[in-house]
């Protein structure tokens, strides 16, 4: 109808000079007719020109002033015209509800009282004049009535009291354009079987070959599935074999006894771990390695003096989400390899954002004859060089599973200061030894988390937003390609 009603207009008439009067006039919807001739106007039907008005309509606080007259008039009215009124008094009498607000009745009322110096201020409230006029009453009507106002009336109302807003009103001007006619043609769109038939008698629509195509509706990888690629990706071109990770639920015995952990450690509490109700306890370990771990933890071996504690079976036996992938690395140690290990591990820790429960651990482990600590910082320098890490600075530090320990840092350039990356260190004697592995070899091992590197690279600072309820799938569709290790 909009159409019709403009093309028509235009077909006897140079010029619509506004679209807003236009739309009045032929009892139309403004916005319908702006997008119409947008329309018209992208086929060559019309040339348009925009419009653009400004005007001041007043805001819910000025149309009740407009109507019941400004807070400092019903101040000053509720002042008595002989004598005084304690502040208390006309507070109550003014604002008896909110009376403390900064947008009562009271309080907007006794500023400008005083300012316009009608009224003597202090604990009691007296008349300075007896007859006062509400000017900001009878230029908010006027605004309404939409005549204009001196420019300092207007600033004052509006930047100074809130009283009046700018509202923008905009339209379009319109002419015929090249293409003009009373009627606009319909074109085919589709290549169909009758359309290609009567192609003579239709006009087809211009295919835009520059257009982007409608976005597939398919799965995208998530951030940390290409992170974890290019990791394993550098672990192999070192020569390192990847270790079967996929039980989430371990023993306490693999998970803490056979690391050399102690029972009384804090870390086995069940406020930093998850431990199961069913099935609490496990069925299957080696015997003859148990009693090895039990003699070791009791009274020491192989050059250890213990932890000296009576070492229990039942704690040995809980069931538990695997708090590192270092249980898996205790179990595959019998052979002399070079092994890794990318999964899921489990801590019962709050979580804020930088951490969670569960999230994913790297590991890497090589075991073999005469290994030195020298062994260890120059696979790290060749591990973490390839992931773009080339300044590197070793700390020691403890664990109880390695001895010595230390932590792994690296010079961030963008931070601009050492930032720390990972932890590391040899197996002790007491974890390698009771596995019945000779006593030249030693085990070099390190690990980092894949979440850290990993909001590095895309730019995250909330962990929640990486992984968890509350990732945005739009990440998940946006993200780059993992480039770390890629020269």
Known sequence: MAEEAILGYLLNEEEITDSGQFSDEHNLNHDEVVNVIKRLHAFGYIDCQNIKRVSSVLSDEGKKYAAEGSPEVHYF?????????????????????????????????????????????????????????????????????????????LNHLKNT?????????????????????????????????????????????????NAKGQPVVAGHVHPLLKVRKQFKDIF????????????????????FDALFQPQQHPARDSHDTFFLKAPSTTRELPEDYVERVKQVHESGGYGSRGYNYGWKR?????????????????????????YFSIDRVFRNEAVDRTHLAEFHQIEGLVCDRGLTLGDLIGVLQDFFSRLG???????????????????????????????????????RPEMLLPMGLPEDVRVIAWGVSLERP??????????????????????????????????
Request: glycine share 6%; aromatic share 10%; with cysteine.
């Open 314 to 338: 039942e704690e040995a036996n809980k069931n538990l989400l695997r708090t590192h992938t270092t249980a898996v690395s205790s179990r595959m140690l019998y052979a002399l390899a070079k």
């Open 161 to 209: 009291r809130r009283l009046v807003e700018e509202k923008v009103w905009k339209g379009y001007s319109v002419k015929k354009g090249p293409n003009y006619a009373p009627k606009r043609m319909s074109f085919a769109t589709d290549l169909s079987r009758e359309n290609l038939q009567n192609w003579k008698e239709l006009e087809f629509k211009e295919y835009n070959f």
């Open 389 to 427: 890490m080339s300044k590197l600075r070793f700390k020691p530090a403890y664990n109880p599973y390695t001895e010595p320990s230390m932590e792994i840092f690296s010079y961030h350039e963008g931070l601009g200061k050492w930032v720390e990356i990972g932890n590391s260190g040899m197996f």
């Open 77 to 153: 009215l509720a002042v008595p015209a002989e004598g005084s009124i304690s502040k208390d008094e006309l507070q109550k009498k003014l604002s008896p509800s909110d009376w403390k607000s900064n947008t009562s009745v009271f309080s907007i009322g006794s500023i400008y009282a005083v300012k316009n110096k009608w009224v003597e201020g202090g604990k009691q409230v007296s008349r300075k004049v007896q007859h006062v006029e509400d000017k900001v009453k009878n230029l908010l009507l006027q605004t309404q009535e939409g005549m204009e106002l001196d420019e300092e009336s």
């Open 454 to 487: 990993t909001m590095i690279l895309y730019d995250i600072d909330n962990i929640r937003d990486l992984f968890g309820h509350k990732v945005d799938l739009g990440l998940i569709k946006r993200n780059p390609i993992c480039r770390i290790g890629i020269e």
């Open 236 to 255: 192999r071109q070192m020569g390192f074999e990847e270790m079967p990770t996929n039980n989430f639920v371990e023993s306490s015995f693999w998970n």
